[in-house]
């Protein structure tokens, strides 16, 4: 410690006499001291700017980086959206490429009842406009299409391309039933436009809430299931229609079905399990729902398959295997 006071005091007798061999020794003093702190905050302002200017560059350097990477995941999205609409819904004549199940024009339902067939992208469907509802609609899902993050919008709207008019939502305002999809709007989760069309009151039909959010909804999901491991399926669903059914209806008389119908098809296997399922709620499996094709054909007076070769329609349209599918 006395070390130190001592050179201290060396150190201030030195400036001492450096400073009195000058004239206006004071002033002198002041002016080096000001000089000096001049030049440490011109220091500090420059390294100062110098770090704003690393920062800013820093800035501009992520902001190339953030806008480029979403770029890329912007086309990669692109791409693999077209990829699966290409697969799904093909060229313009209605032929996917590499699919098993070829066009879904070949899977039209033949019917007496076939009233007016009404196309869209993601779906087929006959509207029958004394029940004011689809008896069949037709559509293809590839276990590309089950994953998606598409914002359900719940706009239930008329559909355009019905000419005689489809159903109004106000039909099924407080009725006491949900306005029930037939082709799930899950299905098409990958593309929002494609899943908006799912809302057209064309593809509604009146079910019970219990059936409509809990077997209903269950057995959709199990689809989505299969087709994860069957690559592609094909699938037909509709209401059971029959005179006499009770009706809902504000603006249409919309009838009640007290049962549906759900048929899958799997083309590279050649395999099918069909169901009929009861307009309620239900805690019994999915499974024991199964039914023949054949036996739905009889309820509905609809012929399914026909253009598939005789012998293969008899083959999935005659015999039940759920342990199939299960």
């Given at each position: 410690m006395g070390k130190i006071k001592f050179l201290f005091f060396l150190l201030l007798l030195g400036i001492v006499l450096y400073y009195l061999g000058k004239p206006a020794p004071l002033k002198s003093l002041q002016k080096d001291f000001e000089k000096i702190t001049t030049q440490k905050k011109s220091s500090e302002k420059e390294k100062s700017k110098q770090e704003d200017n690393e920062e800013e560059t820093d800035k501009e350097s992520g902001g190339i980086t953030d806008d480029l990477s979403k770029k890329i995941e912007d086309k990669i999205e692109s791409s693999v959206l077209e990829t699966i609409k290409e697969k799904l819904f093909g060229d313009n004549k209605g032929?996917?490429?590499?699919?098993?199940?070829?066009?879904?024009?070949?899977?039209?339902?033949?019917?007496?009842?076939?009233?007016?067939?009404?196309?869209?992208?993601?779906?087929?469907?006959?509207?029958?406009?004394?029940?004011?509802?689809?008896?069949?609609?037709?559509?293809?899902?590839?276990?590309?299409?089950?994953?998606?993050?598409?914002?359900?919008?719940?706009?239930?709207?008329?559909?355009?391309?019905?000419?005689?008019?489809?159903?109004?939502?106000?039909?099924y305002s407080r009725s006491g039933y949900d306005r029930g999809h037939l082709c799930p709007a899950a299905d098409f989760k990958y593309d929002k436009a494609l899943e908006d069309e799912t809302f057209y009151m064309s593809n509604m039909s009146p079910q019970t809430p219990d059936f409509n959010r809990g077997i209903?909804?269950?057995?959709?999901?199990?689809?989505?299931?299969?087709?994860?491991?069957?690559?592609?399926?094909?699938?037909i669903t509709g209401p059971i229609l029959k005179k006499g059914l009770k009706t809902i209806g504000k603006i249409n008389l919309v009838a009640v079905p007290t049962h549906f119908y759900k048929i899958?098809?799997?083309?590279?296997?050649?395999?099918?399990?069909a169901f009929v399922l009861p307009n309620e709620g239900s805690v019994k499996s999915i499974k024991s729902f199964s039914v023949s094709i054949d036996s739905i054909e009889v309820l509905t007076g609809i012929d399914f398959f026909e253009k598939l070769p005789d012998s293969l329609e008899q083959k999935i349209e005659t015999k039940n295997r759920p342990e199939d599918w299960f």
């Open positions: 032929k996917p490429k590499n699919s098993d199940g070829g066009s879904l024009d070949d899977y039209i339902p033949s019917s007496k009842f076939n009233q007016e067939i009404v196309r869209h992208t993601a779906f087929i469907l006959n509207y029958r406009e004394e029940y004011e509802q689809a008896s069949w609609v037709l559509h293809r899902l590839i276990k590309e299409a089950v994953d998606g993050n598409a914002t359900r919008s719940n706009e239930f709207i008329e559909d355009p391309l019905v000419e005689t008019g489809s159903a109004h939502t106000r039909d209903w909804s269950n057995l959709e999901s199990k689809i989505r299931q299969w087709v994860i491991r069957r690559n592609e399926l094909i699938i899958v098809y799997d083309p590279y296997n050649e395999k099918a399990i």
